[in-house]
């Protein structure tokens, strides 16, 4: 399909930062990929990382907040240019959209919390967020699951008795764990989701801006700009 967004016509960065700006995408509420700090304001390891990537390639960049389940589609008409967000590199988004290289590693155990004593994730109900990967797991499994827009829609209906487990990128939440803990609930069960990564998604054949984003990627590598990212939100 050909690509909507303003980016496609562009001929290179340079051109598009004396026109149209780039639209990023992102949902937020996943610390330490990208979250709304206190002071309302978008933060993050990919906040950060966009940010450089776009001083690098000369992008005039707007950023604009989004349920998870929109970034993908969102990209493909057109409305976003890039869409990240601890977004992990499928082959099932593979055939959507075009990534760019991975810049961050994702553990592939991923866990259901619950009350001690909730069935099985093949027996119980299991509340999940929209269009990421792990409802695409509970489908492929055939588990019975209610989809949410926000992981806090989830993490209520699980609070409210409404599903009996909800699965999630929840094992290095902070915040998670608090919700948890508060909860008296607990990590019951985990199951192995694996992917290629994480990574930006831009329209599929738009090659001038996922080349200049995998340009501005690969010297953040080389310089250590990269390493630094990930060492000051991930350790």
Known sequence: MSCTGAIAAAVTGLVLASSEPITIGTDAPFPEYTYVDAAGTITGFEK????????????RCEWELANFDQLIPGVMSGRFDVVLGGMAVTD??????DFTQSYHGTDPEEWYIGLPGAPSPS?????????????????RMGYRF???PTEPQVLEALAKGEVDLALGPFQTRSDIRSFVAAKGMDYLYSEMIPDDGVGMAVCKG?????????GAL???RRDGTLASLEARWFE
């Not at 099932?92 to 959209?97: D, K």
């Not at 738009?206 to 995998?214: A, F, H, K, S, V």
């Open 218 to 220: 690969d010297a953040m």
């Open 146 to 148: 209610t989809a949410y």
């Open 48 to 59: 950060d990382l966009m940010d450089e990537v776009c001083t690098r390639s000369a992008f």
């Open 206 to 214: 738009n090659t001038d801006l996922l080349d200049t984003l995998n």
């Open 123 to 139: 027996a119980a109900l299991v509340g999940v967020q929209s269009g990421t990967v792990h409802e695409a797991h509970l489908r």
């Open 92 to 97: 099932e988004r593979r055939a959507l959209v």
